[in-house]
C-alpha cells in the first residue's frame, strides 16, 4: 500500500518561504500524479496543486506567483516551495496521490506549519 | 472557481439509523471526457482524510456497503443506511472536474 509522509518546520517566519518535502513509500513516483492540499485552521480544504513525474506542474491560481512544485525520482520524494508566507498560510499542509483524473486517494498524515514571528 | 455547499453543516445521528448529506456545485461536474469527479471524503479527528466514494457512486476498497453515493449536474448525496460509532467526524464532498478541484466546507456527523 502506498504511504505518504510529509516533512518540514514547523514554524515560519512571515515573509519567508515555506518548504516542505513528500517522501513517498510502497510504490514508485514514477508514476500517477502527485499534489499538495491544506486546510487553515477551522476552514474547507483547499487544494494547492500537483505535479506529474515529469516535472509538469499545475498549480492553483490564488497561488501560483507563489507556488512551486519540484520532484525527485531518485528519492522517491516531491516538494512543495510557497513564498512570502503570511498568517493567512497557517494550516495543516497534506500531500496525497492522484490516481486518476479528478482525484485522490491516499494522503500523508499531514504536517501542520504556523507562520509567526 | 466552483463553490461546493454541503447540508447540514452539523448532523446528529442515533446509532442504527441513517444518514444523509448533501452536496451542492455552482456548476455542473461533467467532465470533458464525460466523467463525474464528485468524490466523498471522511475524516476522523486528528486523522488525514479518507476517500470513501469517486465519480459520485465508487465505493473505494475496504468501505462498507452501507456507504451510497449518488447524484447528477450539481446535486449530489452521501448516504449511509445505518450509522456506526465509527462513523463519526467530518464528511467533506470534492469536485475534480474543474481546476481548481473545490471541496465543501465539511458535515460533522455526530453520535446522539
Known amino acids: 500500500q502506498v504511504q505518504l509522509q510529509e516533512s518540514g518546520p514547523g514554524l515560519v517566519k512571515p515573509w519567508e518561504t515555506l518548504s516542505l518535502t513528500c517522501t513517498v513509500s510502497?510504490?514508485?513516483?514514477?508514476?500517477?500524479?502527485w499534489s499538495w492540499i491544506r486546510q487553515p485552521p477551522g476552514k474547507r480544504l483547499e487544494w494547492i496543486g500537483y505535479?506529474?513525474?515529469?516535472?509538469?506542474?499545475n498549480y492553483h491560481p490564488s497561488l501560483k506567483s507563489r507556488v512551486t512544485m519540484s520532484i525527485d525520482i531518485s528519492k522517491n520524494q516531491f516538494s512543495l516551495k510557497l513564498g512570502s508566507v503570511t498568517a493567512a498560510d497557517t494550516a495543516m499542509y497534506y500531500c496525497?496521490?492522484?490516481?486518476?483524473?479528478?482525484?485522490?486517494?491516499?494522503w500523508g498524515q499531514g504536517i501542520l506549519v504556523t507562520v509567526s514571528s | 472557481d466552483v463553490v461546493m455547499t454541503q447540508s447540514p453543516l452539523s448532523l446528529p445521528v442515533t446509532l442504527g439509523q441513517p444518514a444523509s448529506i448533501s452536496c451542492r456545485s455552482t456548476?455542473?461536474?461533467?467532465?470533458?471526457?464525460?466523467?463525474?469527479?464528485l468524490n466523498w471524503f471522511h475524516q476522523r479527528p486528528g486523522q488525514s482524510p479518507r476517500r470513501l466514494i469517486y465519480?459520485?457512486?465508487n465505493r473505494d476498497s475496504g468501505v462498507p456497503d452501507r456507504f451510497s453515493g449518488s447524484g447528477s449536474g450539481t446535486y449530489f448525496t452521501l448516504k449511509i443506511s445505518r450509522v456506526e460509532a465509527e462513523d463519526v467526524g467530518v464528511y467533506y464532498c470534492?469536485?475534480?472536474?474543474?481546476?481548481?478541484?473545490?471541496f465543501g466546507q465539511g458535515t460533522r456527523l455526530e453520535i446522539k
Open positions: 465519480k459520485v457512486s
Open positions: 505535479i506529474h513525474h515529469s516535472g509538469s506542474t
Open positions: 496525497a496521490r492522484i490516481p486518476a483524473p479528478g482525484t485522490v486517494d491516499y
Open positions: 510502497g510504490g514508485s513516483i514514477s508514476s500517477d500524479y
Open positions: 456548476q455542473g461536474l461533467v467532465f470533458s471526457d464525460g466523467n463525474t469527479y
Open positions: 470534492e469536485q475534480g472536474s474543474h481546476w481548481p478541484a473545490t
